[in-house]
């Protein structure tokens, strides 16, 4: 899992590269990408096929999931702000790899249960929530500022790469190996990103709240913070989301970005009942018409860098932040056959493109906007609120559609979806670095 190119300093994109450390970091999130790519919707398939649960099962493993999870995930914030990022990263990947590993293990003992599958699940959303907010932190400690955008957008491309790829082989792979193929796949490929943290070696070194104050105002003498041997008080646990909603910057985003991503993906369950049962489209072609648009994804990646140094940062948000809220409205008019399957792959194009620029350009605002002694918690209440929203708006969406039809359900979202540009912030401000909160 070595780094591509390290050696010869340049990237995966032929761009120099961002050093050897961030090479190691990126390859490995590049392997747990593609690992968790392929094993896209493994829960749901390992529920119907193996342990033949109905349907109410499926949404409530799924629901419950990132709903738990995401509650455990609220004093792990705080206390990871107190850590050292990289061996929480890598302690939130081997205990990815345990759970997941699990179940295999349980079903070669024919011990599996849907409540073995929730407890994994609860798991792994704790811990992706906690290894995303520890990354960011660490991210902004390993590379420039100048250079947060480029590695914003080669993360961005690897993800599209492998949400391009995963589920396609990882569809032949359950067809040809069976329903637990993927989920030792995925388990494995966080063992790998460990090693490949663990390989980026050198100290890391741990900036608390204090320290960041002194350096900020020089002869001021460090206080130790009170509350328990380890520094953490109650009133830490909020303190991400007091900087989200009071945040003239962050606050717009978060908003937008949070009911964004909830519109987009709660009509998603109700899309593959419209295209899977009244339409008659195939699972191949079900699966078809989302991987090929994700080099959209790959495109909106590369060109991000570019716009901004073109166009400035806040009028690529408000472009791009826009122009992906207006695609989705087209997937209710969405017919069968050929011509129906063109439009969802044009539709899902022009949507991923757009958010391939947006997405970094974000990451790399946020990361900017936020005080290093409040990265982690931050990061972990927009996890948390993105989760926890998307749960419960998917499980309103199923509703909707029981009572009004998909086609329906699927329109009410699009039109939502024209209303949230709106929130999107009209002006640049300067990074905020105060430290009080």
Not at 199 to 225: L, V
Request: aromatic residues 6%.
């Amino acid at each position: 899992m070595a780094p591509v190119n390290v050696r010869l300093g340049l990237g995966m994109t032929g761009e120099r590269s961002l050093g050897r450390e961030f090479g190691w970091l990126w390859a490995a999130y590049g392997v747990s990408a593609f690992g968790t790519r392929l094993a896209f919707d493994a829960f749901p398939i390992i529920a119907v096929v193996v342990l033949h649960a109905g349907a109410s099962d499926v949404a409530l493993l799924a629901a419950s999931g990132l709903a738990v999870g995401a509650a455990v995930a609220v004093p792990l914030g705080a206390w990871v702000e107190l850590r050292r990022k990289r061996p929480v990263m890598i302690a939130a990947d081997l205990v990815r790899c345990a759970a997941l590993l699990s179940i295999p293990v349980a079903f070669a003992l024919d011990g599996l249960g849907l409540g073995q599958l929730l407890v994994v699940s609860v798991v792994v959303a704790a811990a992706d929530i906690t290894f995303t907010a520890a990354s960011g932190a660490y991210l902004k400690s390993l590379v420039r500022p100048e250079e947060l955008l480029v590695a914003n957008s080669r993360f961005e491309a690897t993800t599209w790469t492998a949400t391009a790829l995963g589920p396609p082989l990882g569809g032949v792979a359950v067809g040809v190996f069976g329903p637990m193929t993927t989920v030792l796949a995925d388990g494995v490929s966080y063992l790998l990103s460990a090693l490949g943290i663990r390989a980026i070696g050198g100290k890391e070194r741990q900036q608390s709240a204090g320290e960041q104050s002194a350096e900020q105002q020089p002869g001021k003498q460090q206080t130790a913070r009170p509350g328990s041997p380890s520094g953490l008080r109650l009133s830490d646990l909020p303190a991400g989301w007091r900087h989200l909603l009071t945040h003239p910057t962050l606050r717009p985003l978060f908003l937008n970005t949070i009911l964004v991503n909830a519109l987009i993906m709660a009509p998603s369950p109700v899309l593959a009942v419209l295209m899977l049962g009244q339409l008659g489209f195939a699972p191949w072609q079900y699966g078809l018409a989302f991987a090929v648009p994700c080099l959209g994804g790959l495109l909106g990646s590369r060109l991000s860098r570019r716009l901004v140094t073109r166009y400035g940062r806040r009028r690529v948000l408000l472009t791009a932040g826009t122009l992906r809220a207006c695609w989705p409205l087209g997937l209710a008019f969405v017919g069968p056959g050929t011509s129906g399957l063109v439009l969802i792959m044009a539709v899902e194009f022009g949507l991923i493109t757009c958010v391939g620029v947006f997405n970094p350009v974000l990451a790399t605002t946020r990361l900017e906007q936020i005080p290093p002694d409040r990265i982690t918690r931050t990061l972990s209440a927009w996890q948390i609120t993105g989760r926890t929203t998307t749960a419960a708006m998917t499980a309103l969406w199923g509703l909707l559609a029981a009572l009004a039809g998909p086609r329906a359900a699927i329109a009410l979202a699009g039109v939502l979806l024209l209303a949230t540009p709106l929130l999107l912030p009209r002006h640049e401000r300067a990074p905020q670095h105060s430290t009080t909160g």
